[in-house]
């Protein structure tokens, strides 16, 4: 709500003087029309300016010459005047009380209103509260789907060095295999002493293997 400008007390006092001038009532509506601004702030300066320019009373003496008959109606135009005067007030302090009703209003209105935005910002300090938290969940079980990719790629790379390692050493070994079939085939060369290598013929399938030291069998 945007806030309401202030007249100043120069200003309520031009109109005042203003409405006095053209025989109006000087009240704080009429003078609030003129100045604009707040009742509080119009009321305040109008009652200091009423306190030092108060509405003009003439009672004179009256003549000794004159006769009764126009000082009854001399003393009665001034009792009018007073009563005047007094209905002036009771209107103004009237309208003051209406005017104090109408604050009281707009009070208890702005109180209400308050008491209306307070809750909608607990409330919306509550969906906050359950959006962080909703958050801060999903982010702890991503966190876990995370650790758990982790570790599965850790043991996947693990087993990958563990299948490397054994190929390595089947490799090593069929390799050694290798090498060592290598050296148990026969040289084409002879011994040392340059004698040639005797092959020896393998023996018939149907003639019986004899070993050494066994006697002949008898005819």
């Not at 003439?58 to 209905?87: C, F, G, N, T």
């Not at 009380?97 to 809750?119: D, I, P």
Request: net charge neutral.
């Amino acid at each position: 709500m945007p806030q309401m400008l202030k007249a100043s007390y120069e200003r309520v006092a031009e109109a005042a003087e203003a409405l006095r001038a053209e025989g109006k009532k000087v009240t704080a509506t009429s003078v609030l029309k003129i100045t604009g601004g707040s009742m509080t702030n119009v009321l305040e300066h109008l009652q200091a300016w009423k306190a030092e320019n108060p509405a003009p009373v003439q009672v004179a003496d009256i003549p000794s010459s004159v006769p009764q008959a126009m000082a009854a109606a001399y003393h009665a135009a001034l009792q009018e005047r007073e009563d005047a005067i007094r209905a002036a007030v009771a209107d103004e302090l009237s309208e003051l009380r209406e005017n104090n009703q109408g604050l009281k209003k707009q009070a208890k209105e702005a109180e209400t209103e308050l008491e209306s935005c307070m809750a909608a910002l607990e409330n919306a300090q509550k969906e906050l509260e359950a959006v962080r938290l909703s958050f801060e969940g999903e982010r702890k079980a991503m966190n876990q789907v995370f650790e758990a990719l982790r570790s599965e790629l850790r043991g996947e790379a693990r087993l990958l060095q563990q299948k490397a390692a054994l190929a390595a050493i089947a490799n090593e070994r069929g390799q050694a295999l290798k090498e060592l079939a290598e050296a148990r085939q026969p040289v084409d060369r002879g011994p040392a002493d340059g004698r040639p290598v005797t092959q020896k013929k393998a023996p018939h399938p149907d003639k019986p293997v004899r070993k050494k030291n066994t006697p002949k069998p008898k005819a």
